[in-house]
């Protein structure tokens, strides 16, 4: 019974993923790829569970992510000198960084003139299956958060877990991820930009690391947000969300 409530769930991401109720979407859905950020849904569980579109893996030398307009993933920039993601780093589709993300950081953090970064929520997945490249969608569950400032903006970094994970799948809040991980997941976000020798222009700094409830309603309010941004697409977003 509960494979055949997993399949149905399956089926429904698919039938959001192109275009629910909307015979011209879902003709689209058909003949084009998605655009990961818009095409495809944040998923029928959310925020509980979650679809992730992953930009980057941890065998990368190249920061990837996608091409805002195009959908396609294109080559940021050279990852610098030994800077490596630990984790598999993405987005969640339909969500937006905008002034209820900002809102709920300006009141975590205890900061005045928060804005959201304008950009899609990012997540990083734990997972103890080695996953060779980037440009998939997986199904993670969020377990908390990095409460991350880039250059005054709100940058919320989302944790999760892949779902069904031998090593990782039980997890239910941050606290329970290991030190080690956490500890070089912290360092990668606060050198990623910088090099020896160089001058950081945006100031990254992480204020504090937050458990799964907080991480849940980050995830609502970037959903909301992105609501508001983009209204024009309601057709393909989650209807209970």
Not at 48 to 57: F, N, S, W
Not at 85 to 102: D, K
Not at 142 to 171: F, H, N, Q
Request: with cysteine; hydrophobic share 35%.
């Amino acid at each position: 019974m509960k494979e055949k409530t997993r399949q149905s769930g399956d089926e429904e991401q698919t039938r959001q993923r192109r275009g629910g109720g909307d015979p011209f979407q879902r003709l689209l859905g058909l003949m084009f790829k998605a655009h990961p950020w818009h095409g495809v849904s944040i998923g029928e569980e959310a925020p509980d569970v979650v679809t992730a579109y992953i930009e980057i893996v941890p065998t990368d030398t190249v920061k990837y992510e996608v091409d805002k307009s195009s959908g396609f993933l294109k080559v940021d920039r050279p990852q610098r000198f030994s800077n490596f993601c630990p984790v598999y780093y993405g987005l969640i589709p339909q969500t937006y960084s905008g002034e209820r993300v900002a809102g709920i950081f300006a009141k975590r953090a205890r900061r005045k003139g928060m804005v959201g970064d304008g950009d899609p929520l990012d997540i990083c997945v734990l997972s103890e299956k080695s996953i060779p490249h980037s440009d998939i969608l997986l199904t993670a569950l969020p377990i908390g958060g990095l409460s991350l400032a880039d250059g005054g903006e709100a940058d919320d970094k989302i944790i999760a877990v892949m779902r069904d994970d031998a090593v990782y799948g039980d997890c239910t809040d941050i606290a329970q991820c290991p030190k080690a991980l956490m500890d070089r997941l912290r360092h990668y976000f606060l050198t990623y930009k910088s090099a020896p020798g160089t001058t950081q222009h945006n100031k990254v700094e992480i204020t504090g690391v937050y458990g799964r409830e907080e991480a849940l309603n980050v995830i609502r309010a970037s959903h909301a947000d992105y609501r508001e941004k983009h209204p024009e697409l309601s057709s393909l977003w989650p209807k209970h969300l």
